[in-house]
Nanobody, 119 residues
Framework: QVQLVESGGGLVQPGGSLRLSCAAS????????MAWYRQAPGKQRELVAA???????NYADSVKGRFTISRDNVKNTEYLQMNMLKPEDTAVYYCYASIDNSVYKGRYWGQGTQVTVSS
């Protein structure tokens, strides 16, 4: 059983910073792509940032220059450093990972963590 557990969300003022973490645990043989998505009330879930197993990254235009995705392959953890936060960044943030447990390669999601940017 593979699980993704997120942490680091919360309330922050505009212009502030937060760092999200997502740790994968369980029977893990290899982790491929990892990513962060977000979903604001009344909107569809959207890709925020993604990172491949070779550390290639891509970002939504709305977060370029402000957010940084990274991963630690020893700890099976991905991170999202969010700087210069804006009210429009308010959403539930979900981590995603493509994981091979040596039997099955599946797509896994975290439970979501709330990020609220407000004064």
């Amino acid at each position: 059983q593979v699980q993704l557990v997120e942490s680091g969300g919360g309330l922050v003022q505009p212009g502030g910073s937060l760092r999200l973490s997502c740790a994968a645990s369980g029977s893990i043989f290899r982790i491929y792509d990892m990513a962060w998505y977000r979903q604001a009330p009344g909107k569809q879930r959207e890709l925020v940032a993604a990172i491949t197993s070779s550390d290639s990254t891509n970002y939504a235009d709305s977060v370029k220059g402000r957010f940084t995705i990274s991963r630690d392959n020893v700890k099976n953890t991905e991170y999202l450093q969010m700087n210069m936060l804006k009210p429009e960044d308010t959403a539930v943030y979900y981590c995603y990972a493509s994981i091979d447990n040596s039997v099955y390669k599946g797509r896994y999601w975290g439970q979501g963590t709330q990020v609220t940017v407000s004064s």
